[in-house]
């Protein structure tokens, strides 16, 4: 399982590419995965009133709910999961990619979302491979509106 990383600031437009990369990949045939840092503080939002939600909250430390071929699953961990342990779960799954949006310290290859010159030390991160921007006057950064050629972009990463 290849894994390329997805960082940068607020609204740079990471989910952005996020998506098109795994609509694009998926319809070549590829099994992509994905995870999102959530990293806006306080615990992601579960589906207020479900069953498995209520489990949940009722003190289970993991509750799944499946049917119709989709199976959604929520683990506590009192110390927080780490990104190795995280990945670890993703290995088990027959994935070609994994997508990590977010985590931008993590040493995986990766590209950056600018959404301006403002953020060019996110170019000082580690293995960085591309820079992408929802400006499409930014300098030296692949305008993420130019859905061909960050498609071919993601392209060319999978045949390395």
Same mark, same amino acid.
């Given at each position: 399982m290849k894994i390329l990383q997805i960082a940068g600031c607020k609204d740079s437009g990471k989910t952005t590419l996020v998506e098109l990369w795994s609509r694009v990949l998926a319809e070549k045939g590829y099994r992509v995965g994905t995870l999102k840092h959530h990293g806006h503080g306080g615990r992601p939002t579960l589906s207020a009133g479900k069953d498995s939600t209520r489990h949940?909250?009722?003190?289970?430390?993991?509750?799944? #709910?499946?049917?119709?071929?989709?199976? #959604?699953? =929520?683990?506590?961990?009192? +110390?927080?999961?780490?990104?190795? =342990?995280?990945i670890g779960w993703y290995k088990a799954l027959p994935l070609d990619l994994l997508l990590i949006e977010g985590? +931008?310290?993590?040493?995986?290859?990766?590209? #950056?979302?600018?959404?301006?010159?403002?953020?060019?030390?996110?170019?000082?991160?580690?293995? #960085?491979?591309?820079?992408?921007?929802?400006?499409?006057?930014?300098?030296?950064?692949?305008?993420?509106?130019?859905? +061909?050629?960050?498609?071919?972009?993601?392209? =060319?990463?999978? +045949?390395?």
């Open positions: 949940f909250e009722a003190g289970a430390q993991a509750a799944g #709910v499946d049917g119709d071929g989709l199976f #959604v699953f =929520a683990v506590h961990s009192e +110390k927080g999961w780490g990104l190795e =342990a995280l985590y +931008k310290q993590a040493p995986y290859p990766k590209t #950056v979302c600018l959404r301006g010159e403002e953020d060019a030390d996110l170019l000082g991160l580690s293995n #960085v491979l591309a820079a992408f921007s929802l400006n499409p006057e930014l300098t030296g950064c692949m305008p993420i509106q130019d859905r +061909k050629r960050c498609t071919e972009w993601i392209e =060319a990463f999978m +045949k390395r």
